[in-house]
């Protein structure tokens, strides 16, 4: 069965894939390597994880803005998130999304969507299922 959730586009855009959910906020600089794509995050549940070819959902960023080029240093490695889903985006996240090219959208209940669903993002729009 799919879901439609409507949010606000931050960054415009289309993709789809399997999602990787985290319950808590995430820092790209010091929480994801930059050389990598994992989570290296020491008490984050997603420590481990590669972001690289993934909807990428969790609530919002935290840390430091350069983060946002940690974000865009990912995305020229072809190692960052296909789409992120935010709760509430903060400036961090949605700079580096926007410098990216990486489709962006928030004001989304990320408690409707698990790891591995299959996740379309559309100007805004999340098809979950």
């Known amino acids: 069965m799919s879901q439609t959730l409507r949010g606000r586009a931050i960054v415009a855009g289309k993709a789809e894939?399997?999602?990787?959910?985290?319950?808590?906020?995430?820092?790209?600089?010091?929480?994801?390597?930059?050389?990598?794509g994992i989570i290296i995050e020491p008490r984050?549940?997603?420590?481990?994880?590669?972001?690289?070819?993934v909807i990428?959902?969790?609530?919002?960023?935290?840390?430091?803005?350069?983060?946002?080029?940690?974000?865009y240093r990912l995305a020229q490695a072809g190692l960052a998130p296909r789409a992120?889903?935010?709760a509430t985006s903060e400036p961090i996240?949605?700079?580096?999304a926007l410098i990216a090219?990486?489709?962006?959208?928030?004001?989304?209940?990320?408690?409707?969507?698990?790891?591995?669903?299959?996740v379309a993002v559309?100007?805004?729009?999340?098809c979950v299922g």
Request: glycine content about 18%; cysteine-free.
């Open 44 to 53: 984050h549940p997603l420590k481990g994880q590669a972001i690289a070819g």
């Open 84 to 86: 992120i889903i935010n």
């Open 17 to 36: 894939g399997p999602a990787l959910v985290s319950r808590t906020p995430l820092s790209f600089l010091g929480g994801v390597d930059g050389e990598t």
């Open 122 to 126: 559309d100007e805004g729009v999340v």
């Open 101 to 118: 090219g990486i489709p962006l959208v928030d004001q989304i209940d990320i408690n409707l969507i698990e790891n591995g669903m299959h």
């Open 93 to 96: 996240v949605a700079v580096g």
């Open 56 to 71: 990428l959902v969790f609530p919002s960023g935290k840390g430091s803005t350069v983060g946002s080029y940690v974000l």
